[in-house]
């Protein structure tokens, strides 16, 4: 059974800094591009960040390009996500999200979410 299961989230103030983590189990974790998504309250899911397998390749939303940076380790079948610079707008549950690709690397489908952590940006 896949498991993806989230931590790190917090209340933090505008500048501040978290790091979220997802412990990832049931599959070859090495094997799957891996992302987040958010989703603040009363909008839709809103991509973050997507990883390779290798963690090579980063892709980042405009949004958060310069202050959050993706990492996986495949050793410990973990994912994080460093955000800094934290703004009110970054407010949102964060999802850790397994990604179905194409060998190219084009975008399937994202098949399994975790159940979230909250985010909390505020003074």
């Known amino acids: 059974e896949v498991q993806l299961v989230e931590s790190g989230g917090g209340l933090v103030q505008p500048g501040g800094s978290l790091r979220l983590s997802c412990a990832a189990s049931?599959?070859?974790?090495?094997?799957?591009?891996m992302s987040w998504v958010r989703q603040a309250p009363g909008k839709g899911p809103e991509w973050v960040s997507s990883?390779?397998?290798?963690?090579?390749?980063?892709e980042y939303a405009g949004s958060v390009k310069g202050r959050f940076t993706i990492a996986r380790d495949n050793a410990k079948n973990a994912l994080y996500l460093q955000m800094n610079s934290l703004k009110p707008e970054d407010t949102a549950v964060y999802y850790c999200?397994?990604?179905?690709?194409?060998?190219?690397?084009?975008?399937?489908?994202?098949?399994?979410w975790g159940r979230g952590t909250q985010v909390t940006v505020t003074a």
């Open positions: 049931g599959f070859t974790f090495n094997n799957y591009y």
């Open positions: 999200v397994r990604e179905g690709r194409t060998s190219d690397g084009d975008y399937i489908a994202s098949d399994y």
């Open positions: 990883i390779s397998p290798s963690g090579v390749i980063k």
